[in-house]
């Protein structure tokens, strides 16, 4: 949520980001058009929007590779103006699918064209400087291509009983004593 004196982050495909503080959009009415944003070259698309609060930015491209920014590394500018480069895309890189705001102790879901979901720990993909490429998040097939990231939120130490560890307690006690002969 924004409380009106907060930085603005966006994201577009071809790897760029603007950074500016909620003061430079003007209040206007439920009918009207909006003020630009971000300048976008031709084929380019908004990919995300981010409220700056705490945390790193984390940017994946369509090829599986990403990478965490210290959110101190976008400066503010004015509303669009000229973007910073958020990531590099290239041919290894591929256009930027998605942009999140993250934590160390989060998780991400990572989506593919083909149908494949990946939840990887945020704390194992490297912070580095807004102008690099990043690394290998997930390891796609041939032709295959991110498509989707969202953030899922810090789970902390707990532990995990999905993995089918049974504690005793979950036994009802009745099912542990009909173990024996039969008569």
């Known amino acids: 949520m924004a409380d009106g004196q907060q930085n603005v982050l966006l994201f577009s495909s071809d790897g760029k980001a603007v950074c500016f503080n909620e003061t430079d959009v003007r209040s206007m009415g439920r009918t009207a058009t909006g003020v630009r944003g971000i300048r976008l070259q031709e084929g380019q698309k908004v990919i995300s929007l981010i409220i700056a609060s705490e945390g790193t930015v984390l940017n994946i491209t369509e090829n599986g590779y990403g990478k965490r920014t210290k959110l101190e590394e976008f400066t503010q500018h004015r509303r669009g103006g000229q973007c910073l480069i958020a990531i590099q895309t290239s041919e290894r890189n591929g256009a930027v699918v ?86």
Not at 110 to 128: A, F, M, N, P, Q
Not at 131 to 146: A, M
Not at 163 to 178: K, L, R, Y
Request: hydrophobic share 35%; glycine share 14%.
């Open 98 to 183: 998605g942009a999140v705001l993250v934590n160390d102790t989060d998780e991400i879901m990572l989506i593919t064209d083909g149908g494949i979901l990946v939840r990887t720990r945020v704390k194992e993909i490297s912070v580095v400087g807004r102008n690099t490429q990043g690394v290998t998040v997930i390891r796609l097939d041939k032709g295959e291509r991110v498509v989707g990231v969202d953030r899922i939120d810090g789970l902390g130490d707990e532990d995990d009983d999905a993995e089918g560890d049974i504690d005793e307690t979950d036994v009802p006690a009745d099912s542990a004593e009909q173990g024996g002969e039969e008569e």
